[in-house]
């Protein structure tokens, strides 16, 4: 992955989710995703997700971070549930995970490359 000049100004999150909250309300899976940066070193994506969307069970092969914009999921790692509101920050557990959106939410995940 390059670096593009376009990722060196600034991201609106705010319409970027509006924008996908109306798609994701358009999908059978009630979310949708953007990349904003993805460079040499970290790929940061915004998801919207309708209440009730999930990400089904996956693993997590790089250090990733997963902040909540506005919110609330949950992030269950087997047994374990861990609920992540708005403006709070998780590093993601390196093991399978999956995650639901308790209500509408936008959430922005940053996961290293390499």
Do not use: C, F, Y
């Not at 999908?27 to 940061?44: E, F, L, N, W, Y």
């Not at 092969?61 to 506005?70: I, M, W």
């Not at 992540?84 to 940053?110: C, F, G, K, M, N």
Request: glycine share 6%; proline share 4%; hydrophobic share 45%.
């Amino acid at each position: 992955m390059h670096d593009h000049a376009a990722q060196h100004q600034p991201a609106d999150l705010s319409t970027l989710t509006t924008e996908l909250s109306a798609e994701a309300a358009d999908v059978t899976a009630r979310r949708a995703s953007r990349t904003v940066i993805s460079g040499t070193a970290q790929r940061v994506t915004l998801t919207a997700l309708l209440a009730g969307a999930e990400l089904g069970e996956h693993a997590s092969p790089h250090p990733a971070s997963l902040q909540v914009l506005h919110g609330e999921i949950e992030l269950h790692l087997g047994e374990r549930v861990i609920k992540v509101r708005a403006s709070e920050l998780l590093a993601v557990p390196p093991q399978r995970h999956s995650l639901r959106a308790v209500t509408d939410a936008a959430i922005l995940l940053t996961v290293a490359v390499g």
